[in-house]
């Protein structure tokens, strides 16, 4: 159920909120790869609104994009097979032009695939004891508790960036964890925030999972970049800390504020004697000789006419402005393709983007030229440029036919028409 409901963020002060099945976010979907699904969405809401299953590789008419929008009273039942390996995927809206909004007042939710691959690791999988998700939103209130959404000229632009930090819906939480090794599912939740994120004492984790599942071996870092919609799986071991010892998850905004956000207090006891494996899976690595097509994508914001940006199409890909009328691509069933994205910012105009694709999870040939960072090595879904930036990807377009989006997830630029759509034809 998609409805309105209200939260406390600050005491004495009542947000309203969106939620689905409760005030706030949604419940964990657990599925297996292979499992049947079959969700009923009713939209409480006085607005339209889809649901959308990111970095689901799904039949277009289950997509949950624009083309599946319900309406306020309707009822949605998406019926489809999970056919890829286990990942932390997510869901939200999707509704044109109300997209932003909608995720801003609370509508987003986890969707965790198992497979066999996932059985056999051993690592972390208890969900709530040494398996926890953490989903980073930035938020601004107004002096009412009210959250502070708009799309002025100036959010359009920059994203709605707020001074605030949300992790799983809260503000400043402490998580209890064992004295050991604990797996965290990171999402970028936010509608236009870049996040970097690391611990206050600095420590060092492994990435395990990019977007779209786990990567062939575990990457060792003390930072992780993730733009909006992305995700990432680490393991992060507590077992050296005292126990009663305090470590805060530090997130910073490309923006240059910086959050102490969530803290982690270290229990007595451990919850096994893992540690982190040596192999994780086999990725399937996409050739670029296997490729029938390059297609170029100019992620523009044009400095001039700034009026007109909002629903004026000065944000575009490729010189367009998102039309639900216009498919911009058409893509062969079962073919491989390059796509070489760049984000083409005016002199005044250095923004970031998030390039998401639907329906694929693709890999990274490179960015700027060079052979992308071991963290950004894997199947992926949503990737970051940085003003100026070009990234090649590389996807396989199977199994489904139909009309799929591509688009900016900055929310804003998104609902501003850095949308576009393309077609799987057979
Ligand atoms: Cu996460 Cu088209 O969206
Ligand atoms: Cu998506
Ligand atoms: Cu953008």
């Known amino acids: 159920d998609v409805g309105e409901s209200e939260m406390t963020f600050f005491p004495g002060y009542t947000t309203p909120t969106l939620g689905y099945n409760g005030p706030y976010l949604g419940p964990t979907i657990k599925v297996r790869n292979g499992e049947n699904i079959d969700i009923t969405v009713n939209n409480n809401l006085k607005q339209r609104t889809s649901v959308h299953w990111h970095g689901l590789h799904v039949p277009a008419e289950w997509d949950g994009g624009p083309h599946q929008e319900i309406n306020p009273?309707?009822?949605?039942?998406?019926?489809?097979?999970i056919n890829q390996p286990a990942a932390t995927l997510w869901y939200h809206p999707h509704a044109m032009g109300l997209t932003g909004e909608h995720a801003y007042m609370g509508l987003a939710g986890l969707f965790v695939i198992e497979d066999e691959v996932s059985d056999n690791l051993s690592i972390p999988d208890t969900y709530g004891v040494d398996d926890f998700p953490i989903v980073l939103q930035d938020r601004r209130f107004f002096d009412d508790g009210r959250f502070a959404y708009a799309q002025s000229?100036?959010?359009?632009?920059?994203?709605?960036?707020?001074?605030y930090l949300l992790v799983n819906g809260s503000l400043?939480?402490?998580?209890?964890?064992?004295?050991?090794?604990?797996?965290?599912r990171v999402l970028n939740g936010s509608n236009s925030s870049i996040y970097r994120v690391s611990f206050s004492d600095n420590r060092s984790f492994h990435q395990i999972a990019t977007d779209g599942g786990f990567q062939e071996a575990p990457?060792?870092?003390?930072?992780l970049t993730l733009s909006a919609g992305e995700r990432s799986e680490i393991l992060v071991n507590f077992g050296a800390d005292q126990p009663g010892s305090k470590t805060s998850l530090l997130v910073e905004q490309y923006t240059g504020n910086k959050f102490e956000s969530m803290q982690f207090t270290v229990q007595n006891g451990k919850n096994n004697s893992l540690s982190v494996p040596n192999d994780l899976t086999s990725?399937?690595?996409?050739?670029?000789?296997?490729?029938?097509?390059v297609r170029t994508f100019k992620m523009e914001t044009m400095s001039r006419g700034m009026g007109m940006m909002r629903r004026g199409g000065r944000l575009t890909i490729n010189g367009r402005n998102m039309d639900l009328g216009y498919i911009n691509e058409r893509i062969k069933l079962n073919s491989t393709e390059i796509w070489e994205i760049e984000n083409h910012s005016a002199m005044m105009m250095q923004l970031p983007h998030s390039m998401h694709l639907h329906d694929v999870q693709f890999q990274i040939l490179d960015r700027n030229g060079e052979k992308p960072a071991l963290k950004e090595r894997g199947r992926k879904d949503t990737v970051l440029l940085l003003p100026g930036e070009r990234v090649r990807i590389i996807a396989r377009f199977e199994d489904y036919t139909g009309v799929y989006m591509y688009h900016c997830h900055l929310l804003e630029h998104e609902d501003n028409g850095m949308m576009g759509q393309f077609e799987v034809v057979s």
């Open 73 to 81: 009273g309707g009822t949605w039942n998406p019926r489809f097979t």
């Open 153 to 163: 000229m100036m959010d359009v632009m920059h994203g709605v960036i707020g001074n």
């Open 172 to 184: 400043w939480p402490n998580l209890d964890v064992p004295n050991g090794l604990i797996r965290l």
């Open 219 to 223: 990457v060792l870092i003390n930072e």
């Open 283 to 293: 990725v399937e690595w996409l050739k670029e000789e296997d490729a029938s097509k």
